[in-house]
């Protein structure tokens, strides 16, 4: 064990030992998890040190850091957690304090006035608010498109992305599958288009991160995905990231410490916690999910289950060439329901509950609305409802829907 020392010219005194006593504890202790860093400040033995560390930190080299908000020992450990599954060697990872941060942030550092994006019709909800709001207001244009385009079941087979290519587009961002109505895209021919026009690519993989998908094998340049879900698995921390390429790291790097975005130990320790158990959790969801959807699947009540997992999907083989397994995260279409039949189904279950977020532990349901979410494709369908199925027993989750079936039909 080694101390700063409290011997100098005199003996310090009791104040000044409570500052300085057990800061530095050297040992040669091997403990199963990574010992968690909580941390503002970064200390340097020398000036000649912190000359030399401060542009290696804000140029984004590895693992240097002057401040916290450039990393310490335990979000640098997640960082290269996640670029090693992700994308492996060649692949840097930074974090923010949520999925909606890390997309916001990689869309500002390579996007300016001026230009163009093209944005799949089926994106996340708070990314369109940011794309309609922040980025109009930055004099950056939007444009939806079909998030099916390429494939049979597009409005308009003939059409084509590169007709959409604008000369200012700089960013073309898919999500696969789709927010809400779980439609899967053509993403490497999407890529290999948008690459030959120079232009980049990025996605989000909330559904299938990092374990389902590979999507720099697919050709995309930037991936996000919200650690919150099955990463963190718990329900109990907020974060995001974004992985690319060694060569995009810089941009990338350079606005997350320009807006200052950056994660605390505590939360990195808790991602890093959740990350063992990834593997054998995501398993038991889709194993679960699949037993729930194919019990709805003969449900009177529901028109359709969107589940790209299910064997007769309209998109199940390109699920299965494309990804390596399922989530617990899908749709259901009801052929009729009232506001008040939605909510006598959804309310008072006693294994369901009903929230927002989703790739805890627990089941969830909610209601989708996508008046605001659509421009493209609209929703014509009949009402729909989003599931996330949890690591109970099925069993208990198709009676407790059962019930709430009963209840919806007890409403008139």
């Known amino acids: ?15 000044t030992q409570l500052v300085e006593l057990a800061r530095r504890f050297d040992t040669p202790i091997r403990t199963a998890n990574l010992p968690m860093s909580r941390a503002s ?55 923010m304090p949520s999925g909606l941060a890390a997309i916001t942030t990689a869309l500002l550092a390579w996007l300016k006035p001026g230009d163009h994006m093209l944005v799949t019709d089926s994106v996340y909800g708070p990314t369109r608010v940011f794309c309609d709001g922040m980025l109009k207001d930055l004099g950056i244009a939007i444009t939806y498109f079909d998030p099916l385009i390429g494939l049979p079941g597009a409005l308009d087979p003939a059409q084509r992305i590169e007709h959409l290519i604008q000369p200012n587009t700089k960013m073309l961002y898919l999500e696969s599958p789709g927010s809400y109505t779980f439609e899967l895209q053509d993403v490497r021919s999407l890529c290999a288009a948008a690459r030959k026009a120079g232009v ?26 919200p650690l919150t879900k099955y990463w963190s698995g718990h329900s109990d921390v907020l974060m995001g990231a974004a992985v690319v390429r060694e060569e995009l790291w810089p941009k990338l790097w350079g606005a997350v410490r320009q807006l200052g975005m950056c994660v605390g130990g505590d939360d990195a320790f808790l991602i890093l916690r959740g990350m063992r158990t990834l593997d054998v959790r995501l398993e038991r969801h889709q194993r679960n999910a699949l037993q ?121």
């Open 41 to 95: 400040t970064v200390v340097m033995d020398s000036i000649a040190e912190a000359l030399r560390v401060g542009p290696a930190a804000m140029a984004g080299e590895l693992h240097a850091s002057t401040y916290a908000t450039a990393g310490t020992p335990t979000t640098f450990a997640l960082m290269d957690a996640i670029a090693a599954m992700e994308g492996g060697p060649g692949y840097r990872a930074a974090l």
């Open 1 to 15: 064990m080694t101390q700063h020392s409290t011997q100098g010219d005199h003996a310090a005194s009791p104040a």
């Open 200 to 225: 980049l690519t990025m996605i989000d993989t909330a559904w299938s991160s990092p374990l389902l998908a590979r999507p720099f094998d697919w050709g995309v340049d930037i991936v996000t995905m």
């Open 292 to 412: 729930v959807a194919q019990w709805l699947q003969t449900r009177d009540e529901v028109a359709a289950v969107l589940y790209p997992a299910l064997p007769d999907a309209p998109q199940h083989a390109l699920w299965k060439q494309e990804f390596q397994g399922a989530c617990g995260l899908f749709g259901i279409e009801l052929k009729a329901a009232s506001p008040a039949q939605l909510a006598a189904l959804c309310d008072g279950r006693r294994h369901f509950g009903i929230g927002y977020s989703w790739g805890g532990y627990e089941s969830l349901i909610m209601p989708a609305r996508l008046d605001s979410l659509r421009k493209v494709r609209p929703w014509r369908g009949g009402p729909l409802v989003r599931l996330h199925i949890g690591l109970e027993d099925p069993q208990d989750l198709i009676a407790d829907l059962q019930a709430g079936f009963a209840a919806m039909r007890a409403v008139a």
